[in-house]
């Protein structure tokens, strides 16, 4: 009897404290789709020239996992670089890129982007780059932020030989 009640405690309990998950979704749909016309918006940008930024990141990685500095998740989303590799145990150039850039921003927060950036990339690796990958990149390049942010209405023409024209009306 005492068994039967254990196991019947037991199964109640684990019946009452499953796990849950909760997931929203709207409905999307490209903007094309709907028909909306939306006029480009363009802002200009203030070089800062009197100040250099740099910043220095790392990223090692074993067996294609990284294992150094995970606490430090700050990196700069969204650049894409000139030369990108595609390939997966590649991406360690990408991430090491993107703490340098992040930690070269953080010397002058009041900066958007960097323009102009140079990086030095230098590898460590295992023979044949099998066991292990040391990525160490620093970037230097300038500060400028955005301003005069606008939208100037574009017409698009098509003329001869199917050749188009932008026009900006004023």
């Known amino acids: 009897m005492k068994t ?5 405690v037991a199964i109640a309990a684990a019946a009452f404290a499953s796990c849950s998950t909760q997931v929203k ?6 903007v094309i789709a709907r028909n909306v016309q939306l006029d480009p918006i363009k802002a200009d940008i203030k070089v800062n020239e009197d100040q250099k930024l740099v ?6 990685y074993v067996f294609g996992i990284r294992v150094s500095d995970l606490e430090n998740l700050h990196m700069v989303e969204g650049v894409n670089y000139s030369q990108d590799e595609t390939w997966f145990l590649e ?7 993107a703490i340098a850039a992040y930690n070269a921003l953080q010397s002058c927060p009041e900066c958007d982007v960097l323009v102009n950036p140079k990086y030095e990339i230098t590898v460590h690796k295992s023979p044949l780059g099998l066991i292990y990958k040391i990525y160490t990149v620093r970037v230097s390049g300038y500060g400028a932020t955005y301003e005069n942010f606008r939208t100037e ?3 698009k ?13 004023e």
């Open 4 to 8: 039967k009640t254990i196991l019947f």
């Open 153 to 155: 209405r574009q017409l």
């Open 55 to 60: 910043g220095e990141g790392s990223a090692t």
């Open 25 to 30: 979704a709207i409905q999307s749909s490209p």
């Open 157 to 169: 023409l098509i003329g001869d030989r199917n050749k188009e024209y932008i026009v900006v009306e």
């Open 91 to 97: 991406r360690g150039k990408r991430t090491a890129r």
